[in-house]
C-alpha cells in the first residue's frame, strides 16, 4: 500500500512557465516533506522541504504548499527552466519514534521543460 | 571527496557470484540507508543503520546483507542473487535529530545487472 503517491508520470511546460507538481498521501502521521530532483544517470538531490506545521515554503523559483486536511502537497517551479528537467520525487516523513528517520517516497514525475 | 560517494557505479555479476556495494559518507552524518530503485517503482527503503546499529531491516531477503563498520562506510554484501534483483541501488545517509530537517543525502547509485 502506497502512502505517498503522485498520479502523474510526466509534465511537459514550455520555459518560462509555471510547472506545478502534485503529491497526495494518506498516513496523517508525517510531520515532514521533501522534493527531490533526479537526473538519469545520479542520485536523488534533495530541493526543498516543508514541516506540517507551515503551510508554504519558498526558496527562490520553488514553492512547496501543503494542505493538510487535503493530504495533498504541491512543488511550484516559477519560471521553469529547460535545466528543471528531471525526475521530481515527493518524500514524506514518518514523525514516530520507532521509524525515525524513515522517508517514504513516490514513483517520481518527469519533468520536461521546452524552449 | 564530497557528499557521499558510491562504488562500483556500475556491476554486472552472475547469479552464482558474490560481489558487494560500497558507500562512504563524508557529511559528518550518524545515519546510513540502503535503497534499491526498479524500473517503475517508487524508492524501496532496505536497510537503515542509527550510530552504527542496524534499525530497521525492511523484510529484505538473506541475500543481501549490509555491514556498517564505522558512521561514515556502509556496505552492501550480494550472494546469489536472481535477474530480479538488477535494479538502482542508492545509498544515503542523514543526520538524525528529532524535530530537525530530515533530509537525506544520496549518492549516485550502483546500476547492478544480475545475468
Known amino acids: 500500500d502506497q502512502q505517498v503517491k503522485q498520479n502523474s508520470p510526466s509534465l511537459s511546460v514550455q520555459e518560462g512557465r509555471i510547472s506545478i507538481l502534485n503529491c497526495d498521501y494518506t498516513n496523517s502521521m508525517f510531520d515532514y516533506f521533501l522534493w527531490y530532483k533526479k537526473y538519469p544517470a545520479e542520485g536523488p538531490t534533495f530541493l526543498i522541504s516543508i514541516s506540517s506545521i507551515k503551510d508554504k515554503n519558498e526558496d527562490g523559483r520553488f514553492t512547496v504548499f501543503l494542505n493538510k486536511s487535503a493530504k495533498h502537497l504541491s512543488l511550484h517551479i516559477v519560471p521553469s527552466q529547460p535545466g528543471d528537467s528531471a525526475v521530481y520525487f515527493c518524500a514524506a516523513h514518518d514523525g514516530r519514534g520507532s521509524t525515525l528517520g524513515r522517508l517514504y517516497f513516490g514513483r517520481g514525475t518527469q519533468l520536461t521543460v521546452w524552449p | 571527496e564530497t557528499g557521499v560517494t558510491q562504488t562500483p557505479r556500475h556491476l554486472v555479476m552472475g547469479m552464482t557470484n558474490k560481489k558487494s556495494l560500497k558507500c562512504e559518507q563524508h557529511l559528518g552524518h550518524n545515519a546510513m540507508y540502503w535503497y534499491k530503485q526498479s524500473a517503475k517503482k517508487p524508492l524501496e527503503l532496505m536497510f537503515v543503520?542509527?550510530?552504527?546499529?542496524?534499525?530497521e531491516n525492511n523484510s529484505v531477503p538473506s541475500r543481501f546483507s549490509p555491514e556498517c563498520p564505522n558512521s561514515s562506510h556502509l556496505f552492501l554484501h550480494l550472494h546469489t542473487l536472481q535477474p530480479e534483483d538488477s535494479a538502482l541501488y542508492l545509498c544515503a545517509s542523514s543526520q538524525e535529530l528529532t524535530g530537525q530537517g530530515y533530509e537525506q543525502y544520496f549518492g549516485p547509485g550502483t546500476r547492478l545487472t544480475v545475468t
Open positions: 543503520y542509527n550510530f552504527k546499529e542496524q534499525t
